[in-house]
């Protein structure tokens, strides 16, 4: 059997509420995305400076990194699905603010509520997945819910580039708030259409059980990866999210900027440039699986991130648009071509009543450093340009890949996949 055939007969015995979840996941990454790729210029045409969406972005990730904790334990105390809902009303409320207020300080509240909204679903998704899975699906289900959620930001980053240019044509001036405004409320409708695949999702598993009725193809046995090593270890989760966070908040917030400033480039051509790199990362995401199970889960995430590195100074020192294209897009595929493989990771080294706690507080690590880069970035882009921060962020990475060898190399035991 091919591993193509071998990947879609996996993606076809996951369970039904894991389903459920990678549909609403994908309608609600459609939304959120088609925000995201023009948000920064949204700023931009009210006037605000690089150093103010930096302070935006840096609200939202170090609110996330507040709630987190808190969130956590909600997700286990309230249930799964029940957090969803709160995290589906959260985004809507959040970007709706934008509709009305232009105002720095409900700018503002719109990335708190937004950071507390993508808290509450990072601590959430991860464990649900988990526990409506068996264990020999959990290295297809994580890289498949993320591949799928891609699809939902390509097609939300290609319509969410085209709208404020389509209003233009409408009659909108080139540029206008309003413009923005009349995509973000078409995008806040498609995100209340994820509601739908979550009203389907029935479980009566209580936070950290799992779910033992789905079905095993192949006959396929447990694949034991991972030693869980004795004592305290999480914070070796935490240290290497830290180093992520660091270098990713100093350059992705600023990626539609990037391309505005440095190629003078509208809303829809970035929005094609960013809908072209997901379409790559999430056909990418179908070999993970086969890359894993080659060489491990660690040493997987090491090498991929070790390969990001030369895409990545390409970005910050080329000023060729074809250089910095593909660049953008290879660094853009190997670097999220990882996170569902650590998340695996973590989730199988994670006791089942720890896993809402755990991943509240790796995902913490991520988010502070974020919040901290992001705005230290914002003010180093307006004074310097874009740069320096691209070979900040490849040091950083170079001390997360060669950390996380050194860190979890040891527990992994590598063995072939039952077929």
């Given at each position: 059997?091919?591993n193509l055939a071998h990947y879609l007969r996996r993606i076809t015995y996951f369970s039904r509420n894991c389903r459920l979840f990678i549909v609403s996941n994908t309608i609600l990454g459609f939304g959120i995305s088609s925000i995201e790729v023009f948000l920064g210029l949204f700023f931009l045409s009210m006037n605000y400076r690089e150093d103010f969406i930096g302070t935006y972005y840096s609200i939202s990730t170090g609110t996330s990194a507040l709630?987190?904790?808190?969130?956590?334990?909600?997700?286990?105390?309230?249930?799964?699905?029940?957090?969803?809902?709160?995290?589906?009303?959260?985004?809507?409320?959040?970007?709706?603010?934008?509709?009305?207020?232009?105002?720095?300080?409900?700018?503002?509240?719109?990335?708190?509520?937004?950071?507390?909204?993508?808290?509450?679903?990072?601590?959430?998704?991860?464990?649900?997945?988990?526990?409506?899975?068996?264990?020999?699906?959990?290295?297809?289900?994580?890289?498949?819910?993320?591949?799928?959620?891609?699809?939902?930001?390509?097609?939300?980053?290609?319509?969410?580039?085209?709208?404020?240019?389509?209003?233009?044509?409408?009659?909108?001036?080139?540029?206008?708030?309003?413009?923005?405004?009349?995509?973000?409320?078409?995008?806040?409708?498609?995100?209340?259409?994820?509601?739908?695949?979550?009203?389907?999702?029935?479980?009566?598993?209580?936070?950290?059980?799992?779910?033992?009725?789905?079905?095993?193809?192949?006959?396929?046995?447990?694949?034991?990866?991972?030693?869980?090593?004795?004592?305290?270890?999480?914070?070796?989760?935490?240290?290497?999210?830290?180093?992520?966070?660091?270098?990713?908040?100093?350059?992705?917030?600023?990626?539609?900027?990037?391309?505005?400033?440095?190629?003078?480039?509208?809303?829809?051509?970035?929005?094609?440039?960013?809908?072209?790199?997901?379409?790559?990362?999430?056909?990418?995401?179908?070999?993970?699986?086969?890359?894993?199970?080659?060489?491990?889960?660690?040493?997987?995430?090491?090498?991929?991130?070790?390969?990001?590195?030369?895409?990545?100074?390409?970005?910050?020192?080329?000023?060729?648009?074809?250089?910095?294209?593909?660049?953008?897009?290879?660094?853009?595929?190997?670097?999220?071509?990882?996170?569902?493989?650590?998340?695996?990771?973590?989730?199988?080294?994670?006791?089942?009543?720890?896993?809402?706690?755990?991943?509240?507080?790796?995902?913490?690590?991520?988010?502070?450093?974020?919040?901290?880069?992001?705005?230290?970035?914002?003010?180093?882009?307006?004074?310097?340009?874009?740069?320096?921060?691209?070979?900040?962020?490849?040091?950083?990475?170079?001390?997360?890949?060669?950390?996380?060898?050194?860190?979890?190399?040891?527990?992994?035991?590598?063995?072939?996949?039952?077929?």
């Open positions: 059997m091919s709630f987190l904790l808190l969130t956590g334990r909600l997700s286990d105390r309230i249930g799964r699905v029940a957090s969803f809902y709160l995290t589906l009303f959260g985004n809507m409320a959040g970007y709706s603010i934008l509709l009305f207020c232009d105002t720095p300080a409900m700018i503002n509240l719109c990335g708190f509520i937004n950071g507390a909204s993508a808290a509450l679903r990072a601590c959430t998704s991860a464990p649900f997945l988990h526990e409506n899975s068996k264990p020999e699906e959990r290295e297809y289900v994580f890289p498949a819910a993320s591949s799928y959620q891609m699809v939902g930001s390509i097609l939300g980053n290609l319509i969410g580039g085209l709208m404020p240019v389509i209003f233009k044509n409408a009659g909108f001036a080139a540029g206008d708030p309003a413009a923005y405004r009349m995509a973000i409320l078409i995008s806040v409708l498609f995100m209340a259409v994820s509601v739908f695949p979550l009203g389907r999702i029935r479980t009566a598993l209580k936070p950290g059980e799992v779910d033992e009725s789905v079905k095993s193809p192949d006959g396929a046995g447990v694949r034991a990866a991972f030693l869980i090593p004795e004592g305290a270890y999480y914070h070796k989760f935490v240290i290497y999210t830290f180093f992520i966070g660091c270098g990713a908040g100093l350059i992705v917030p600023f990626f539609n900027i990037y391309f505005a400033q440095k190629f003078a480039m509208s809303s829809a051509q970035v929005g094609v440039i960013f809908m072209a790199a997901n379409i790559i990362t999430a056909a990418s995401m179908m070999a993970t699986p086969a890359i894993t199970a080659r060489l491990g889960k660690i040493r997987s995430i090491m090498l991929m991130e070790l390969a990001s590195l030369p895409f990545l100074l390409a970005l910050g020192f080329s000023t060729s648009l074809p250089v910095c294209l593909t660049a953008y897009l290879a660094r853009n595929s190997l670097m999220n071509m990882n996170n569902p493989v650590f998340t695996g990771v973590v989730m199988e080294m994670t006791k089942g009543s720890d896993r809402g706690r755990v991943n509240s507080i790796v995902t913490l690590g991520d988010n502070v450093s974020r919040t901290v880069s992001t705005f230290i970035a914002g003010r180093i882009i307006s004074n310097h340009g874009h740069s320096f921060p691209y070979m900040m962020t490849a040091a950083f990475y170079t001390i997360a890949a060669f950390y996380v060898y050194s860190a979890f190399g040891g527990y992994e035991r590598v063995r072939p996949n039952a077929r």
